[in-house]
């Protein structure tokens, strides 16, 4: 008589088998510290105070300037989100951490410190200008101060961002990279490639998603299916936080902790600062998308200078220090558009300059 088959036993598939312990990816499940609110001394506030007062009167003029058709091409305006690049930049260090940004990139110049004349000439395609009147509004550069753009491609200098922090943790310089990008840019392919090259190799950048509500005229809840932008870096095991971008403070705080995040040799970190821009997307966008009441309500209620002006003020500063303070800002303002008006133009020879590294 045939003998009955036996029932075969089958191994459980390799993905519910537990792998040994030594099989276990290394995993980054420890979380920064909720960040708190930055304890400014009066002399830091007013410094604060008069660096965010600089970029929105130097983005107003810049914003005249195109109107009198001195300004070409794109022209991208930070007005309302000066918090965001005063509060982040100013705890870095000036030509030792670098940092990298889109085309809405003005602010964040002036923010590391670089001369508005220069800035201004830029903007009016002078030879004096930064990049010597070729790169104009979207393309800055000054390897001096470590700024790297200014980039016209959506998203483009995230992966760039990454590169430079893969060379801070090659060259062991201590350095940390600051790559900023909007809420449009968050969609792009290359920016989760460029998360996951830097958690893999836990390099020293800080990503920061300019969450200004609108990218070029969409809405983030129509634009993107998870609109909590801190969340964006989780699949990569990146922690994220959610920031204040309106309160300059609030921002310094989250900077702090980032840096010790990424300094402490963690990896990357995400940052979500909301803001918002008060103007269009670029000039040339009369921003239908919103309504008047909207920005003015915005304007009224959560403005970041006016914000800080009145903490200033219950720290014990006077309004005439405050007015001879924009006196001050509007005149250097002043000063940098007569300079980017009378300066020349470029000569003609340099068309063929700044096109190769040597000479052919």
């Given amino acids: 008589?045939?003998?009955?088959?036996?029932?075969?036993?089958?191994?459980?598939?390799?993905?519910?088998?537990?792998?040994?312990?030594?099989?276990?990816?290394?995993?980054?499940?420890?979380r920064p510290a909720e960040p708190v609110r930055y304890k400014a001394s009066k002399q830091e506030m007013l410094d604060f105070?008069?660096?965010?007062?600089?970029?929105?009167?130097?983005?107003?003029?810049?914003?005249?300037?195109?109107?009198?058709?001195?300004?070409?091409?794109?022209c991208h305006l930070y007005i309302g989100q000066e918090a965001v690049a005063v509060g982040l930049q100013s705890a870095l260090t000036v030509g030792k951490d670098s940092v990298i940004t889109g085309y809405r990139d003005h602010g964040h110049m002036l923010a590391y410190g670089i001369d508005p004349k220069v800035?201004?000439?830029?903007?009016?395609?002078?030879?004096?200008?930064?990049?010597?009147?070729?790169?104009?509004?979207?393309?800055?550069?000054?390897?001096?101060?470590?700024?790297?753009?200014?980039?016209?491609?959506?998203?483009?200098?995230?992966?760039?961002?990454?590169?430079?922090?893969?060379?801070?943790?090659?060259?062991?310089?201590?350095?940390?990279?600051?790559?900023?990008?909007?809420?449009?840019?968050?969609?792009?392919?290359?920016?989760?490639?460029?998360?996951?090259?830097?958690?893999?190799?836990?390099?020293?950048?800080?990503?920061?998603?300019?969450?200004?509500?609108?990218?070029?005229?969409?809405?983030?809840?129509?634009?993107?299916?998870?609109?909590?932008?801190?969340r964006r870096g989780e699949s990569f095991r990146i922690p994220g936080i959610q920031v204040d971008g309106m309160d300059v403070l609030a921002v310094r705080g989250a900077a702090e902790e980032a840096l010790e995040w990424v300094r402490g040799g963690k990896g990357p970190i995400l940052l979500e600062l909301k803001t918002y821009r008060y103007r269009g997307h670029s000039m040339s966008d009369p921003a239908k998308y919103r309504s008047r009441e909207e920005v003015q309500a915005v304007r009224d209620k959560s403005d970041p200078i006016e914000h800080l002006k009145r903490e200033l003020e219950a720290a014990g500063v006077s309004e005439d220090e405050l007015k001879q303070l924009e006196k001050d800002i509007r005149k250097t303002v002043q000063d940098a558009a007569d300079f980017a008006e009378q300066a020349p133009e470029p000569e003609l020879s340099e068309l063929y300059t700044d096109v190769l590294v040597g000479q052919y």
Avoid at 3 to 8: S, V
């Fill in 119 to 230: 800035i201004m000439a830029e903007l009016t395609g002078r030879e004096a200008g930064i990049s010597r009147g070729k790169g104009g509004s979207m393309h800055m550069f000054s390897v001096e101060h470590g700024f790297y753009g200014g980039h016209g491609i959506v998203g483009a200098q995230v992966s760039l961002g990454t590169g430079l922090a893969f060379k801070h943790k090659y060259a062991g310089d201590g350095g940390v990279c600051l790559a900023y990008f909007g809420d449009g840019a968050a969609n792009q392919g290359q920016v989760y490639e460029s998360f996951n090259m830097a958690e893999l190799w836990k390099l020293p950048i800080i990503f920061v998603i300019e969450n200004n509500q609108y990218a070029m005229g969409t809405s983030v809840n129509r634009a993107s299916a998870e609109d909590q932008l801190y």
């Fill in 1 to 30: 008589m045939a003998k009955a088959a036996q029932p075969r036993t089958r191994k459980a598939p390799a993905a519910a088998r537990k792998p040994a312990a030594s099989a276990v990816p290394a995993s980054n499940r420890e």
């Fill in 49 to 74: 105070y008069r660096q965010m007062l600089l970029i929105r009167r130097f983005e107003e003029r810049a914003g005249q300037l195109y109107g009198l058709g001195l300004i070409g091409g794109f």
